[in-house]
């Protein structure tokens, strides 16, 4: 029997994040997925009149087929993806594998090969610039078992969280956006913390649901030898298969100088990868209401409400602050009472306390007014 929340996650993700309009083609790409969730997206595109194609893979599937591959037969599967991208409007990724390490014994060679001749140029040069994509993981056991949930309560905070009303968040947003473009200095402080830093002339962008499911951000950078100071991360964090717990950074004037965690040699090595890695790409505020813990899963964890990311790395080109490096590890801060609290001042203001917006504008995006 159809799960009913299927059709409300569908509508979510047709009228909300691809904004399907009449006409336009829309690519359903499911891995690993419920057949009645791609016939609920179907429905909902073709009730839109727009077109659906659909494109159903296995991980075990693809796991072989990159274990074979040569530059001869991935290149020829990557123009034929190309061409079917190139037709796109709108695409939409839902991925599902049992097994979030099934591709670990991939040869990293063959890897590779993969990644130049079919995701560069199908993802990176035509479907991210090109279409109205959104991408989203599947709920699945493994997941749960990351969350420490039982499978059944952590299927009910999915849809929760995927099927929260982005819509209204995103208006809420507008507000933090012109706050944080408005502003030059910030300064955090909490349990290990006193950071401050500018982010004077930089841009601000809402994440609302158009490209990820879950979401709820608003990042910009700081400007790259601004920040100073000590950062304390509440949450455990996981990075080339390493899990970190209990990060400890210090800054001079941008430069990560000191860096400790319970893994502090691996903490180090990878903050030593270039240049960059020592500086930071991205400050970003987490808002979504029904997501307050940790899973090592940061297309969840970076999303926490009451808590903030800074990220050692290279920074988007959406908010550029000049910084370059392969690292961009998004390391969060969760600031609600139960994570030991703490404040953020904008300009000598303060904004948000323990994980709340303490001013009128912002208070719109409290967990008490996002949440039905």
Not at 102 to 110: A, L, N, R, Y
């Amino acid at each position: 029997m159809k799960d009913p929340r299927f059709n409300d996650l569908a509508r979510v993700l047709i009228h909300h994040s691809t904004a399907l309009q009449k006409g336009e083609k829309i690519l359903i790409e499911a891995i690993d997925i419920p057949h009645e969730m791609v016939i609920a997206i179907m429905r909902a595109a073709h009730d839109k009149g727009g077109i659906p194609f659909t494109s159903i893979k296995q991980g075990p599937i693809l796991r072989d087929l990159y274990r074979l591959a040569t530059e001869q037969s991935m290149e020829m599967i990557g123009k034929w993806e190309a061409d079917r991208m190139a037709e796109m409007d709108a695409y939409i990724a839902l991925r599902g594998s049992h097994n979030v390490t099934e591709m670990s014994d991939v040869p990293p060679e063959k890897m590779k090969i993969y990644q130049n001749h079919w995701w560069e140029p199908v993802h990176i040069k035509i479907r991210v610039p090109k279409t109205k994509w959104v991408v989203l993981r599947w709920p699945h056991p493994s997941m749960a078992q990351q969350a420490f949930m039982s499978t059944e309560k952590f299927e009910d905070f999915y849809f929760n969280v995927c099927t929260l009303d982005y819509s209204a968040m995103s208006v809420a947003m507008n507000a933090l956006v012109d706050r944080m473009q408005a502003t030059d200095k910030v300064r955090i402080t909490g349990p290990g913390t006193d950071l401050s830093f500018s982010i004077k002339g930089m841009k601000a962008v809402k994440c609302d649901g158009r490209h990820n499911i879950p979401d709820g951000e608003v990042y910009t950078a700081p400007i790259r030898d601004s920040v100073n100071g000590t950062l304390h991360y509440t949450a455990k964090t996981i990075y080339q298969g390493i899990v970190h717990d209990q990060i400890k950074l210090e800054f001079k004037e941008g430069k990560i100088i000191n860096a400790s965690s319970d893994k502090t040699d691996a903490l180090n090595k990878v903050l030593d990868t270039d240049k960059g890695a020592r500086y930071i790409g991205e400050f970003s505020l987490g808002l979504n209401p029904y997501i307050a813990h940790p899973m090592l899963d940061i297309l969840f964890d970076e999303k926490i409400g009451g808590s903030f990311h800074f990220t050692p790395g290279g920074a988007y080109d959406e908010a550029d602050n000049g910084n370059k490096s392969k690292v961009h590890w998004d390391m969060v801060c969760i600031q609600t009472p139960e994570y030991g609290g703490g404040e953020i001042v904008f300009d000598d203001e303060l904004i948000r306390k323990d994980g709340k917006f303490v001013v009128k504008d912002l208070e719109p995006l409290n967990p008490e007014n996002l949440i039905p």
